[in-house]
């Protein structure tokens, strides 16, 4: 993690690390002095090792100017051989003194650098066993397909899935039935998704064996939306006072109602994330994706959080805790216990779209006639809660509602959710769901301690596909699966991806936006680059599943992010879910090919 060099050997070192695309820290050359050197400079950047430097003759063992070009006379490179005792024994006593000297400073560097490389390479026992369990899974396959690999290290891959809402949501179904049906899902070691692709993942993994049996279990998912089924008001509202009684009921369980109840159409989902650590490796290892409000508003690289079943922390800089301590509170980096029961998955699906779902999908709440029937049900299951208030909904009067026009009833609906949303604002901490676990711990940078709450949202308002998980030294991926559900450009996460990995130092591969056609985009993009993961970038809508410009544009209207709810209808749900299988199937061979490319790869470390 640290290097010594001579002065003439930095800016060498720095021009040619910069040539063949290594990491070497930034260093301003012209700003050393030369003729006055010190004998300690360290120079230090994020995701690259730290170099210390230390030139041979300096003010702190010369002392003054003159010596040292006395001595730099002295020793010159080119003369007779230094056969004389004192002349040897000299200049091995001046070197030694900048050893000597800088001992502490020396030894403090090397305890910084084993905190770095502990923070970054070390996964957790849970994750390590499960993963050692997956591999052999994943071996299996590579065999069945005549893929040759290193011994006990086959290729490390990664299916990311990006958000979007219900679109994403549907999406990543389709695309996960696909891969089942082309025996392609026992190639893949992490699943990873941000936002609505976790809606899908949330479910799923409920059957510890869902990927042995993809198409039927996806099918059955898809078969549940297609039905139109929900949550009752009154099991939502239950679940809310049971929060409400704990203590620190928040926006974010109420949106995770909303998700489950209003747009899943499932019963509310209360098992905890750690119960998704389901032993013995049959399903990819999930990851969730988020960021933290302050740090993404205050554009700090540290705001990526990260959740297992294992662990949740930081990504960078690897400040991690046990899923099970998600709710306690922290102090200097420990755990004060207070018994709280844990997050479950209602919790973690709201926290995914708080800020996304807007209020937006109300105003195209289309049954109007219905909607005073909805609005009383819910009326009468809030009656005399204190968590939820809104004194519109309090004075809804049927022969006044029935006066109104369409445009007044929706505004009437609005006001009546921003009520309920001040009125749960007020009463807790909004989107406070979490204690900080890095809270005062003297091991990180001091703006990510400093605040006791955090306020987790939608990773997707910062990057839409969680690309920093994998990017990790620790979880050392060769191949990256991403299917790209975004609306809007469908290159963005990769953009994204590429700037944020530049600026935290993490691998990512260099992109050619020259080839990035936002309304043409191909159903298969790869991106590679010698000593970094490669990345497969599948757009939803693309020219080979839509055929043309215009039926991209017609799908993108078709299934924009912000609706009402996909529940009951089948040909919607079924086209989409189709449309995204289609870009596997269609590339069946391509993928084969780059899973194999990738064992290739990493047969080449050894």
């Known amino acids: 993690m640290f290097m010594v060099c001579y002065v003439q050997t930095l800016k060498v070192a720095s021009d040619y690390a910069a040539k063949i695309h290594r990491p070497f820290p930034a260093i301003d050359v012209e700003s050393l002095d030369k003729d006055c050197p010190g004998s300690f400079y360290v120079f230090e950047e994020r995701g690259k090792p730290t170099v210390i430097h230390i030139p041979l003759f300096n003010m702190d063992n010369c002392k003054d100017e003159a010596t040292i070009k006395m001595e730099q006379h002295e020793y010159t490179t080119f003369q007779r051989p ?132 993809a198409p039927s279990v996806v099918g059955g998912a898809l078969q549940s939306m297609s039905e139109g089924s929900s949550s009752s008001f009154s099991e939502c509202v239950q679940w809310l006072r049971r929060r409400d009684a704990e203590g620190d009921l928040s926006l974010t369980d109420f949106w995770g109602v909303v998700v489950c109840a209003y747009f899943k159409g499932v019963p509310l989902e209360t098992r905890t994330l750690a119960e998704e650590d389901q032993g013995d490796g049959a399903n990819p290892y999930p990851l969730y994706s988020a960021v933290e409000r302050v740090l993404l508003d205050n554009e700090k690289e540290e705001l990526w959080f990260e959740l297992s079943p294992h662990e949740v922390g930081f990504t960078h800089p690897g400040a991690f805790v046990k899923t099970s301590l998600l709710r306690q509170d922290f102090d200097g980096g420990q755990v004060n216990q207070q018994n709280r029961m844990p997050v479950d998955m ?75 949303n001040e009125s749960l604002e007020q009463q807790s901490q909004g989107m406070r769901i979490l204690n900080n676990p890095v809270h005062d711990d003297p091991k990180v940078p001091e703006h990510m301690c400093k605040e006791k709450i955090m306020h987790l949202i939608d990773a997707g308002l910062f990057l839409n596909s969680p690309y920093p998980s994998m990017l990790t030294d620790a979880r050392d991926i060769d191949l990256i699966m991403s299917f790209d559900f975004s609306a809007g450009d469908p290159f963005e996460t990769v953009k994204v991806a590429h700037g944020y990995s530049d600026t935290c130092g993490m691998p990512f591969p260099q992109i050619n936006e020259d080839d990035m056609n936002e309304d043409r985009p191909r159903s298969f993009h790869v991106f590679e680059e010698k000593g970094k993961p490669t990345v497969i970038h599948i757009p939803l809508f693309n020219m080979d599943n839509c055929k043309n410009e215009a039926t991209i544009k017609e799908n ?26 289609e870009n596997v199937r269609m590339n069946r061979e391509r993928i084969l090919e780059e899973i194999r490319k990738a064992a290739e790869r990493r047969k080449a470390q050894c």
């Open 82 to 213: 230094y056969r004389e005792q004192k002349k040897i024994n000299d200049l091995a006593d001046l070197a030694a003194e900048n050893v000597r000297m800088n001992r502490q400073r020396i030894l403090e560097e090397i305890a910084k650098a084993a905190e770095r490389r502990k923070a970054k390479t070390d996964l957790c026992n849970g994750e390590k066993d499960y993963i050692q369990k997956r591999l052999q899974i994943v071996k299996g396959w590579l065999s069945s397909h005549d893929i040759d690999c290193r011994d006990n290290d086959p290729p490390r891959v990664a299916l990311l899935g990006s958000g979007g809402g219900q679109r994403a949501q549907i999406a990543l179904l389709g695309v996960l039935r696909q891969l089942g049906e082309d025996n392609l899902l026992d190639s893949f070691l992490y699943l990873a998704g941000v936002s609505g692709t976790t809606w899908a993942m949330a479910s799923l993994y409920d059957d510890a064996q869902w990927s042995k049996n």
């Open 346 to 420: 209602v919790q973690l699906q709201g926290l995914q779209e708080i800020v996304m779902l807007s209020f937006k999908l109300l105003e195209r709440f289309n049954d109007m006639e219905g909607s005073y029937k909805v609005l009383e049900e819910l009326k009468s299951e809030l009656d005399g809660y204190p968590g939820l208030h809104s004194s519109t909904l309090l004075e809804l009067d049927c022969n006044i509602w029935t006066k109104m026009t369409d445009e007044e009833k929706k505004q009437q609906i609005r006001i009546i959710f921003q009520e309920l």
């Open 556 to 581: 993108r209207s078709e299934y924009t992010t912000f609706q009402p709810p996909y529940r009951g209808k089948k040909k919607k749900i079924n086209d989409l879910a189709d449309l995204a299988a």
